[in-house]
């Protein structure tokens, strides 16, 4: 009996497979993640480090990075990553390191996305509020109205001219 494996069990509601101790490999990691001492946010020299060992840390964990793990790491709110990522705080120190950082983020997003690594739904929701992308269709509207000619004017103001005053 002690040779029979168990089948992966699938997660009725969400279709992902899950092995027996997955909860507690991702809380620990979370918690690992959590639990790295606070750094200083405004030297660029210690939050490109910081970036380092998250990333370190999900390796030896064997966990896909997150975004929020991230923002965890560095202990900052998702709006400050955004001012440093679009430039508009620190630009001079952070914005490069944070856009390397997030670059290296969306890339593995589109191979997991790519390779059927994460659910497609949940995919799609990642890449829309984790890096700006847009379920949207735009259509050019160009009116097909013919040119206005002076003659055109004249004619039209001539017959406004034949009309009685009331």
């Known amino acids: 009996m002690d040779d029979i494996k ?51 840390l999900c390796v030896n964990d064997d966990v896909k990075p997150t975004v929020k793990g991230f923002l965890n790491a560095l202990r900052v709110a998702k709006s400050t990553l955004w001012e440093w990522r679009q430039g508009n705080y620190r630009a001079g120190t952070h914005q490069q390191i944070i856009c390397e950082a997030y670059d290296v983020l969306e890339a593995l997003w589109e191979d997991y996305m790519m390779n059927g690594k994460i659910n497609p739904v949940s995919g799609i929701f990642l890449g829309k509020n984790n890096f700006g992308y847009q379920d949207k269709q735009e259509y050019v509207l160009t ?24």
């Open 6 to 56: 168990l089948p992966k069990k699938k997660n009725v509601n969400t279709s992902e497979i899950t092995d027996p101790g997955d909860n507690t490999k991702f809380l620990s990691h979370a918690l690992a993640v959590r639990s790295l001492p606070a750094i200083d946010t405004s030297d660029p020299v210690q939050v490109e480090q910081r970036i380092s060992e998250y990333f370190t």
């Open 143 to 166: 009116p097909n109205q013919k040119q206005i000619s002076n003659e055109d004017v004249e004619l039209i103001e001539s017959k406004y001219d034949e009309l009685p005053e009331d």
